[in-house]
């Protein structure tokens, strides 16, 4: 821009220029003198306050006894809005303004007053914990890490059995892309072994990512028993279950199931979960059916089927693309090397050129 500096995304940005109006938050010194500039008026015209220098909820315009349920409520239905958001967009759109309240909420946390610190800690866990999925999802793996252990650490400060046993769960799939298969391990076993007050969809999740563990370490029956147990334990739920574990769906644990025995190189196996999930699945998930086809498309590739391996990875375009994520760029990206041994086929080109779009 003509000022010479980066600011922030636009969605990022309403967020920052809602809080300054409403006087959660003051802008720094480089957007105070933006504005100034702008606008062509000095700060007092604006009513810039200067906040810097003060921290935690004063920083955030309030006190310990203004934070209460109202407080708790609103950051909780924010959250719910950025996990559909994630659901129905990818991450892209989602990991800047989702960092940016979470600073926020952990600025108010250290000044309430119990109940609502347990409560807004226990919160603070959940946006970490996102935060570290939106990050997997974007192929960071680092940042993946250190937000899953931020949100696993906190589950334990805050003492809730389920959201300890979820983000264990969450701190072996990230151990296991970033090739810790040890890590990965440790983590997979205390998540499915966290007792028996565990909802079932929580519990499901835990041996979905044991059978990816088994199948890593080329574990072939120790990956099919935990496919098993999470199949079964995902139809036991009959209901939404923790906020946390809603998207896991038995189109969720069917695409899963096929991604380990994939991993496996049983490709026939692979592909009839993954048709299972395709046929479950729920359009309000279009993130994870783009990657469900991704993968599909990608495992005919691996067993030789150029026909079935473009007409789905073609189907898989038109989901990502208004649903960015890494794991299925990835996944497509596998797809079109595995085929370009027949890129003469007109059906290859066809594929490649609308691979260009998202790959």
């Given at each position: 821009?003509?000022?010479?500096?980066?600011?922030?995304?636009?969605?990022?940005?309403?967020?920052?220029?809602?809080?300054?109006?409403?006087?959660?938050?003051?802008?720094?010194?480089?957007?105070?003198?933006?504005?100034?500039?702008?606008?062509?008026?000095?700060?007092?015209?604006?009513?810039?306050?200067?906040?810097?220098?003060?921290?935690?909820?004063?920083?955030?315009?309030?006190?310990?006894?203004?934070?209460?349920?109202?407080?708790?409520?609103?950051?909780?239905?924010?959250?719910?809005?950025?996990?559909?958001?994630?659901?129905?967009?990818?991450?892209?759109?989602?990991?800047?303004?989702?960092?940016?309240?979470?600073?926020?909420?952990?600025?108010?946390?250290?000044?309430?007053?119990?109940?609502y610190r347990r409560q807004l800690l226990s919160l603070?866990?959940?946006?970490?914990?996102?935060?570290?999925?939106?990050?997997?999802?974007?192929?960071?793996?680092?940042?993946?890490?250190?937000?899953?252990?931020?949100?696993?650490?906190?589950?334990?400060?805050?003492?809730?059995?389920?959201?300890?046993?979820?983000?264990?769960?969450?701190?072996?799939?990230?151990?296991?892309?970033?090739?810790?298969?040890?890590?990965?391990?440790?983590?997979?076993?205390?998540?499915?072994?966290?007792?028996?007050?565990?909802?079932?969809?929580?519990?499901?999740l835990a041996w979905r990512q044991r059978a990816h563990?088994?199948?890593?370490?080329?574990?072939?029956?120790?990956?099919?028993?935990?496919?098993?147990?999470?199949?079964?334990?995902?139809?036991?739920?009959?209901?939404?279950?923790?906020?946390?574990?809603?998207?896991?769906?038995?189109?969720?644990?069917?695409?899963?199931?096929?991604?380990?025995?994939?991993?496996?190189?049983?490709?026939?196996?692979?592909?009839?979960?993954?048709?299972?999930?395709?046929?479950?699945?729920?359009?309000?998930?279009?993130?994870?059916?783009?990657?469900?086809?991704?993968?599909?498309?990608?495992?005919?590739?691996?067993?030789?089927?150029?026909?079935?391996?473009?007409?789905?990875?073609?189907?898989?375009?038109?989901?990502?693309?208004?649903?960015?994520?890494?794991?299925?760029?990835?996944?497509?990206?596998?797809?079109?090397?595995?085929?370009?041994?027949?890129?003469?086929?007109?059906?290859?080109?066809?594929?490649?050129?609308?691979?260009a779009a998202v790959v």
């Amino acid at each position: 821009m003509r000022f010479g500096v980066r600011v922030a995304s636009r969605p990022s940005l309403k967020v920052a220029v809602s809080r300054w109006e409403n006087r959660h938050q003051a802008p720094d010194a480089m957007y105070r003198r933006l504005l100034c500039s702008i606008f062509g008026v000095e700060e007092a015209a604006l009513g810039l306050t200067r906040l810097d220098d003060r921290s935690g909820s004063a920083a955030a315009g309030l006190s310990p006894r203004t934070i209460g349920p109202e407080v708790v409520a609103y950051f909780d239905a924010v959250l719910r809005q950025y996990v559909l958001a994630d659901a129905l967009l990818g991450p892209c759109h989602v990991t800047g303004v989702a960092v940016e309240q979470a600073t926020q909420l952990q600025a108010v946390c250290r000044d309430a007053h119990e109940p609502y610190r347990r409560q807004l800690l226990s919160l603070a866990s959940e946006y970490a914990e996102f935060i570290g999925w939106l990050s997997q999802d974007s192929g960071e793996p680092a940042r993946a890490v250190d937000w899953t252990v931020r949100a696993h650490d906190l589950a334990l400060f805050v003492g809730d059995p389920q959201r300890v046993a979820y983000t264990a769960m969450r701190r072996s799939s990230v151990a296991l892309d970033a090739g810790d298969v040890e890590t990965a391990a440790g983590f997979a076993s205390l998540s499915t072994n966290a007792g028996t007050d565990i909802p079932p969809r929580i519990t499901a999740l835990a041996w979905r990512q044991r059978a990816h563990v088994s199948a890593a370490t080329s574990d072939e029956p120790g990956c099919r028993a935990a496919n098993e147990a999470a199949i079964e334990d995902v139809a036991q739920a009959v209901d939404p279950g923790p906020d946390m574990a809603a998207y896991c769906t038995p189109a969720y644990i069917q695409m899963e199931a096929g991604a380990s025995l994939a991993r496996l190189g049983d490709h026939a196996r692979a592909i009839d979960h993954y048709r299972n999930a395709v046929a479950l699945w729920d359009d309000g998930q279009r993130r994870d059916k783009g990657l469900c086809l991704a993968r599909l498309a990608d495992t005919h590739a691996a067993a030789g089927d150029v026909d079935e391996a473009c007409s789905t990875a073609i189907e898989a375009v038109h989901v990502t693309a208004a649903s960015p994520s890494a794991r299925a760029a990835a996944a497509l990206r596998s797809t079109r090397n595995r085929l370009h041994r027949h890129r003469r086929d007109p059906r290859v080109s066809e594929l490649h050129a609308r691979l260009a779009a998202v790959v």
